[in-house]
Structures are given as structure tokens and as C-alpha cells.
């Protein structure tokens, strides 16, 4: 048996991870006969792993910790009080005060309209779950007939079937098509990679009739929703250009679709704002949540939306057909109450703002290395992207992004103590997304690390890369 704070047996734990758990996404073969890290603590911005060793968390776990890793004992005593007195019930004909009070406190921090909060337990399951809003929506409009979507391209809103038919990634949609929802893929808003990048006018233009003629492919009359991430994640922090998201908006009014931002890594701060459709002044109809939502520490996504699409559901016209058993579980929304005071005591989203300029003038000094192409991002969500030449913006493919990223660049960083994302789902890119308390010298540490680490694979990539 064992528990917090009792002794950790590193190779009790090894044997157990071998024998028995499943991971996410990983080569489970890489660890038949190496060691998997074991993280056994937080404090701050940093984990400790099951040998003491210390790691600078610069990817808020995976973009959800942005609280850090120092008030579990303060929200575990709301967690605790919420179980002592009321350990479950549901929201299904019934409601409870910990949902009711955080649905009203969240649609207080969304932009103005968007009121009312579906609660869920994840991202990909809050994009599910306004996936089936939207038919209903449609449905009470006598449009049964929008059943299509369209999405964007290399984007991720989930790996659950439904959520994947959104997720634009092939090589996780591949193995499970066909996929249950109808979705186009257009392009993202890859300034770096797009013909007329340079141009934030015609960018945005093109942008905007790439989609428009999606939706005219796709059957006006059949499209129900456009979702996009403010900032895309996957692919590497692409920003939108002036004039993007109130162009998508047009087209959605013009076509009769709704229109969702997926904020599930964008909201709670992450961009500086508490969402980053304030930050862009984007007016969706749904906002999708989860992640920052309790910082990590309770299971808890959810839907935003905006007051004239409840209209229907509230008014009885439209009925949801949908449904789960921890929909706004109370101990997950005790946790998410206790998170946003946090968020507001330590002036969290303020604490982004005043550090963002810093965070990215010093990333921007890394475009002296030859290997960097591209430092795009904003607030604490940073991208690298890197290329075997910068004059052609020449990429790093198969094997020999394989090699940069996970042979070269991910020892290096792992050595040096920083845990960040390499990621080549698109082009091959390094990724930070800090605890939003993190203070300018932790992103100067992080910085550092990763100025280091991309130099020294830079010089490794002029000796010359393995032959293939
Ligand atoms: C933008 C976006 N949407 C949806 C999801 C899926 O969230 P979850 O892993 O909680 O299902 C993610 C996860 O990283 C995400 O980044």
C-alpha cells in the first residue's frame, strides 16, 4: 500500500507501470527495458521526480497546471469540506450550489452573452457535448439537415470519436475512420508557412475565402458549426491575423452556422486575458472550456453559451439530448470555485500580462540561432519552429525530425532540468506554456534552458544528421 507522503519504492512503481498501466499515446516499447519518469511532487513551478531530481514544469503539466503545483493543501480543504457534506449528486432534474455558483462565476468572466455553462469532465467531452447542443440547436430551427462541420487543419479538440472527426490531425484520425461527424479541414492560421503570410490583409483574406468556400462545398444549407481554437495549439501557437475570428463570425451569420472557440487550452489566462476570445474580441457562439479551468486539479471541462442559443433549451422549444453521470460534479466544481479564487488572490491573469513582453522578447532573441525559424505565440503560449534552413524555411521530416526532436533536443532539455513539449505533428516545433505564477526569472530559467538546448542542437545539425 501506498499513499501521499509514505516512502516511494522507484522500482515498486517501475514494475507496477510495466506490468499494468496503460499509457496515453505513448511507444510503450521504449520502456520494456528503460526507466519512465515518475513525478512524486510539485512545488511551485517545478516537479520532483521519484529520485529527487528537480524539473521546471514548462508546459503546466499538459497546459492545464496554471496555478503551479503549491496550493493543493488550500483546495483539497474545499475539496474535503465539499465531500464531508456533500459528496455527489447530479445535475439531471436537480442542481447543487457548487455548480450553480461556479456556472454563474465562469459566464462572468466570459465576454459579454455567453451566460450559461454545460459542465463536463474534459475537453475533448465539453467539444462532444456542443457538438450534440448544436444538432439540437439546428433541430429546434427545423434545420435537422446541418449535420457537417468545419475544422481546421493539424488543430486537436479530442481524441474520443466524436471530438476526433473535429481533431485535424491525421495520423490520430487515420486508424479510426470513419469518423461519426462530417468535417472539411482548412487551412490554419500558419502566418510562417502560408503563401501570403507576410500580408496580414491578404492572409486574412485568403484565410477567410478558403473557408467560405468550404462551407459552400460542404452544402451551405448543411453546415452546423465552424470551430477554432483562438490560438492553434497543435501545429505551434498560430495566432489569428487582424480581422480573422470577426470574419469567421461573418460567415457564420451569412451561412446559418454557429461558431465555437475552442478555449479548452486558451482559457483561464493562458493568453493574457481570461479567455482568449477576449483577447481577440472574438464573439462565438460556444465557448469550450476545461484544462485551467481547476488548474489540473479536478476533472472539469465544460460548454459556454451564449444566451440566444440556450434561448430555445430554456424556453422548451429545443430539448438537450445529452447527458452525464459527473456532469458538474460537485467535488470537481467545489475545486474549480477554490481555483478561480486563487486565480483572482494571486492576480494570476494580471501576472501574464505584466510578464508576457518579457517572455517574449527573450524568446525572440533566439531567432539568432540558425536552426530557429519562426518564435511565434502570445501570453505564456510559445512556439519555436525550427528548419534545416531559414532562407527556404526547408523543414525536418520522418526520420530526421525524429531524431532532432527525440533523440537530440529532448535528452538535452531533460537533462538540463526542463520539461516542455517537442512536438512534429506539424512542422517539427518546441513548445512552452509556464505556470501562469511563473515570475520573469523562472521564464528566464526556461528561456535559458531552451536557448541552450536549441544551440546545441543547431551545432548538432551542422555536423551533419545521421544518414537515413
Ligand atoms: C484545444 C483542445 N481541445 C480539446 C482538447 C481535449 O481535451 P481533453 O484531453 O480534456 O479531452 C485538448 C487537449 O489538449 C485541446 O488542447
Not at 471530438?163 to 495520423?171: R, Y
Request: proline share 5%; hydrophobic share 40%.
Amino acid at each position: 500500500m501506498s499513499g501521499p507522503g509514505q516512502p516511494v519504492d522507484a522500482a515498486v512503481v517501475q514494475r507496477q507501470v510495466r506490468d499494468h498501466l496503460f499509457l496515453n499515446f505513448t511507444d510503450m516499447g521504449n520502456y520494456k527495458d528503460a526507466d519512465i519518469p515518475i513525478f512524486v511532487k510539485g512545488e511551485g513551478c517545478e516537479l520532483i521526480d521519484v529520485n529527487g531530481r528537480r524539473f521546471i514544469d514548462g508546459l503546466s503539466g499538459l497546459y492545464c497546471a496554471n496555478i503551479g503545483h503549491d496550493f493543493g493543501s488550500e483546495v483539497g480543504d474545499a475539496a474535503k469540506a465539499q465531500m464531508e457534506e456533500l459528496a455527489y449528486t447530479s445535475t439531471w432534474y436537480v442542481a447543487h450550489p457548487r455548480a450553480a455558483e461556479l456556472a454563474e462565476r465562469i459566464g462572468d468572466l466570459a465576454p459579454e452573452g455567453l451566460n450559461r455553462v454545460y459542465f463536463t469532465t474534459g475537453g475533448g467531452e465539453a467539444n462532444e457535448s456542443m457538438w450534440k447542443m448544436v444538432r439540437n440547436w439546428h433541430q429546434a430551427n427545423g434545420q435537422p439537415q446541418r449535420t457537417k462541420a468545419i475544422a481546421r487543419d493539424t488543430a486537436y479538440h479530442g481524441t474520443s470519436l466524436g471530438a476526433l472527426s473535429f481533431t485535424g490531425i491525421e495520423e490520430c484520425r487515420t486508424p479510426f475512420e470513419p469518423l461519426p461527424i462530417d468535417v472539411t479541414h482548412v487551412s490554419a492560421t500558419n502566418a510562417y508557412r502560408h503563401p501570403k503570410g507576410d500580408d496580414p490583409v491578404a492572409f486574412t483574406q485568403a484565410l477567410l475565402e478558403e473557408m467560405e468556400q468550404a462551407i459552400i462545398d460542404a452544402g451551405p444549407d448543411e453546415v452546423a458549426l465552424i470551430i477554432a481554437e483562438p490560438v492553434q495549439n497543435s501545429g505551434g501557437c498560430f495566432t489569428p491575423p487582424e480581422g480573422y475570428w470577426a470574419g469567421l463570425r461573418a460567415l457564420a451569420d451569412k451561412y446559418g452556422a454557429l461558431l465555437t472557440a475552442d478555449e479548452v487550452i486558451t482559457g483561464f489566462g493562458r493568453t493574457g486575458e481570461w479567455f482568449g476570445s477576449i483577447r481577440y474580441d472574438i464573439a462565438p457562439d460556444f465557448i469550450v472550456f476545461a484544462k485551467g479551468a481547476t488548474a489540473g486539479m479536478a476533472p472539469l471541462g465544460g460548454v459556454i453559451v451564449h444566451e440566444r442559443v440556450a434561448e430555445p433549451f430554456v424556453t422548451g422549444k429545443a430539448f438537450y439530448n445529452h447527458g452525464t453521470t459527473y456532469s458538474g460534479h460537485p467535488v470537481s466544481a467545489a475545486i474549480g470555485l477554490k481555483v478561480l479564487d486563487i486565480y483572482d488572490r494571486e492576480g494570476v491573469v494580471d501576472n501574464v500580462r505584466s510578464n508576457e513582453a518579457y517572455l517574449a522578447k527573450r524568446l525572440n532573441e533566439l531567432r539568432s540561432i540558425p536552426l530557429v525559424g519562426d518564435v511565434r505565440g502570445v501570453g505564456y503560449f510559445w512556439a519555436l519552429e525550427m528548419v534545416k534552413d531559414r532562407d527556404t524555411k526547408q523543414t525536418f521530416e520522418g526520420e530526421e525530425a525524429d531524431w532532432l526532436l527525440r533523440r537530440v533536443l529532448s535528452q538535452r532539455l531533460y537533462d538540463d532540468g526542463l520539461l516542455c513539449r517537442l512536438d512534429d505533428r506539424g512542422d517539427p516545433v518546441v513548445q512552452l506554456s509556464p505556470p501562469l505564477i511563473a515570475d520573469e526569472q523562472m521564464l528566464g530559467r526556461i528561456v535559458d534552458i531552451v536557448g541552450e538546448a536549441v544551440q546545441y542542437a543547431s551545432d548538432e545539425v551542422q555536423k551533419g544528421m545521421p544518414a537515413s
